[in-house]
């Protein structure tokens, strides 16, 4: 039987005036009684594990910056844009070079292979897709922590290309990168620090098609941050040419 309107409010006159006479009787009951709503599964939501407790020298645990760099799902970017091993470049504008270090047979535990890998990407150019060497910072950029990621502030569409890359563009040639040797800095030459990073120095050289520029040699200062599962993330790079 449905309600009439002039029911419907009677009803909810009573209940509302019901309300004060039901807070007064809850008011008597023992403190140690949970509250309305205070439901054990509710409070188990709000909780968080406890960690084992860190030194007040040692830095963030290196997980914690790893978490930020899990694949993005594909359907939030094109195929172009994708990375082998499934991650999404962060610009659409960017595509993934078929002969650049292959990241989905990469041995993401060994921090040396990675730093190379991160390497030799940064540093080739092509100029018959990239319109400036940021779109190869773009693609690097897959070997990076988030938090390494997020303060390049990447924006290949509006970035100025560079003398060198503009010899480029002429005929759409491209750079060929490789790894000439690996050094550590430190007494004991041991690239694992006390706070848990690898730290590498990476001779790289940059040569152009056809001799048009002098072959551009530098080195990568490179940091490298242990996350979820042992893979190693770039977590700082610093750049100096010879």
């Known amino acids: 039987m449905h309600e009439s309107p002039e029911e419907k409010m009677t009803s909810r006159s009573m209940a509302w005036a019901a309300g004060p006479l039901l807070i007064?009787?809850?008011?008597?009951c023992s403190s140690a009684t949970p509250q309305s709503g205070q439901t054990p599964a509710a409070l188990r939501t709000t909780q968080l594990p406890q960690s084992a407790p860190q030194s007040s020298t040692t830095s963030p645990a290196p997980a914690a910056l790893a978490t930020t760099v899990a694949p993005s799902a594909p359907s939030q970017c094109s195929a172009s844009a994708t990375a082998p091993n499934g991650r999404c470049l962060s610009s659409a504008s960017v595509s993934w070079l078929s002969d650049l270090p292959d990241p989905s047979a990469l041995n993401w535990q060994d921090a040396d292979e990675v730093a190379k890998a991160y390497v030799i990407t940064y540093h080739t150019w092509?100029?018959?897709?990239?319109?400036n060497q940021e779109y190869a910072a773009v693609r690097a950029a897959i070997y990076e922590t988030g938090e390494f990621s997020h303060t390049q502030a990447l924006d290949p569409e509006s970035a100025q290309a560079s003398n060198e890359f503009l010899s480029l563009k002429a005929d759409g040639a491209r750079t060929t990168a490789t790894v000439e040797r690996i050094t550590t800095e430190g007494v004991d030459n041991n690239p694992q620090r006390s706070n848990g990073t690898w730290q590498r120095n990476i001779f790289y050289a940059r040569e152009y098609p056809n001799g048009?520029?002098?072959?551009?040699?530098?080195?990568?200062?490179?940091?490298?941050?242990?996350?979820?599962g042992g893979s190693w993330f770039v977590s700082d790079a610093k750049w100096t040419t010879a």
């Open 24 to 28: 007064v009787a809850l008011a008597g």
């Open 212 to 228: 048009r520029r002098d072959t551009q040699r530098g080195v990568g200062w490179i940091t490298l941050t242990r996350g979820e």
């Open 126 to 131: 092509d100029a018959s897709k990239d319109e």
